[in-house]
């Protein structure tokens, strides 16, 4: 039997693989983000099931509870929940405007606990359902100029513990947590940014597609915490065991690693407002199979955008 699934952050990069993911396996979808087009877009993509798109703002009071309704009356009920809406932001700590620390922590923090509580009050009426969130690598390390998020997903670590204890009278309702590291999607482009230099992903880089295939398999076997990136646990192990190695390292490599070489002004990004135009599955830092196999004319051009881009 399909189940009904709800997506929040549909629109782009993980969300958007995951809804892919879902729609290959029959279910029937609630997709939710800002930007009405890119939703329309996504519906398309899944267009073998039946999908209702429902334009949400996470941050704006009442949303997914407007949400949740949505589901009920077309579907009759919620089966899964899974939240994926993020945005990021770079920059000195002091230096980042204090409007826009506070927003990627009222959409990546208050917004994931928003859709928890909207999610197990209706799981406790029917006794069973799953919600999954993702977190971060960086809800276990930290790394400079990325203040707000990590302080987000240090947050989001914690409600889930907490939740996750509070469900051991409810076996049938499960929490689970996906924390990938580095994945190839837009949200660096996409990000704030006060720093001067565009982000990326730090290698090695995953594609949203596995981390969606995580996302999906929790639902069919619930795991309390899904780690997806090769080096995650080395990274953790560094982080804890030695903190002053860490510190001295985490700096340079991520100027090395986690800023490309293309400048910047100073802008908001998409921490206020979507931008369509920027939303996709993959962020172009892996390179395209199928540009690859098209000849050394396609491979020279994706080893320039990993390198410059």
């Excluded at 039997?1 to 952050?9: F, L």
């Excluded at 693989?17 to 290959?24: D, L, N, S, V």
């Excluded at 795991?223 to 646990?233: A, I, T």
Aim: positive net charge; hydrophobic residues 45%.
């Amino acid at each position: 039997m399909s189940r009904v699934v709800v997506i929040v952050g549909a629109s782009s990069g993980i969300g958007r693989a995951t809804a892919r993911g879902f729609a290959e396996r029959g279910d029937r979808l609630v997709l939710a983000a800002r930007a009405t087009t890119t939703l329309a877009e996504v519906r398309a993509e899944c267009a073998d099931v039946d999908v209702l798109t429902v334009p949400t703002d996470v941050t704006e009071p009442g949303a997914l509870d407007a949400l949740a309704d949505a589901a009920i009356d077309r579907f009759g009920r919620i089966d899964v929940w899974v939240h994926t809406a993020a945005v990021m932001a770079y920059g000195r700590f002091d230096e980042l405007p204090g409007r826009v620390f506070d927003q990627v922590v009222r959409t990546d923090l208050l917004g994931a606990a928003g859709s928890v509580r909207v999610a197990l009050r209706h799981f406790r009426a029917t006794g069973a359902g799953t919600v999954v969130l993702t977190g971060s690598v960086l809800g276990h390390i930290t790394a400079p100029n990325m203040s707000a998020y990590v302080a987000s997903k240090w947050g989001l670590q914690g409600l889930v513990r907490t939740v996750q204890q509070e469900l051991r009278d409810s076996p049938e309702i499960r929490l689970c947590l996906v924390n990938p590291g580095s994945v190839d999607t837009p949200v660096y482009q996409q990000a704030a940014n006060y720093l001067g230099r565009v982000g990326r992903p730090p290698p090695p880089v995953a594609s949203p597609q596995r981390v969606a295939r995580a996302i999906v398999n929790c639902v069919d076997r619930p795991r309390r915490e899904v780690s997806v990136g090769r080096l995650n646990v080395v990274m953790r192990v560094g982080f804890t065991v030695l903190p002053g190695v860490y510190d001295i390292l985490v700096g340079p490599l991520m100027r090395l690693a986690g800023l490309s070489g293309r400048t910047v002004a100073a802008n908001d990004g998409s921490v206020f407002a979507p931008n369509p135009a920027g939303e996709s599955v993959r962020g172009g830092h892996l390179p395209d199979l199928r540009q690859l196999v098209s000849g050394p004319a396609g491979a020279v051009s994706a080893a320039l955008r990993r390198r410059f881009g």
